[in-house]
Nanobody, 123 residues
């Protein structure tokens, strides 16, 4: 498995931006598809964005399309989530996750998870 460490969360006003980073350990980062998922208080964990091994095929939840952008750097073993036009409903703990299959919206199909980073958007 790969170890993942997120950073970049914080408090931001509605309409603002944040960039999350997720650093992966090990030499096998490029063999994993990567995802960003989030969990708000009292809600289930939900898929936000995913990216394939090459970094050429991102996918997004409808709720973040046009506002969020996922990318990866297989040399730096890092995946990013650029979040623009943030809304209060984006408030959640954001997790980086790695999977061995295809990009999926299902949290259970990701094998390795980071500890999460809190994103809070004030109105």
């Amino acid at each position: 498995q790969v170890q993942l460490v997120e950073s970049g969360g914080g408090l931001v006003q509605a309409g603002g931006s944040l960039r999350l980073s997720c650093a992966a350990s090990g030499r096998t980062f490029s063999t994993y598809v990567m995802g960003w998922l989030r969990q708000a208080p009292g809600k289930e964990c939900e898929f936000v964005a995913g990216i394939d091994r090459s970094g050429l095929s991102p996918s997004y939840a409808d709720s973040v399309k046009g506002r969020f952008s996922i990318s990866r750097d297989n040399v730096k073993n890092t995946v990013y989530l650029q979040m623009n036009s943030l809304k209060p409903e984006d408030t959640a703990v954001y997790y980086c996750a790695a999977g061995g299959g295809a990009v999926t919206i299902h949290p259970r199909n990701y094998d390795s998870w980071g500890q999460g980073t809190q994103v809070t958007v004030s109105s």
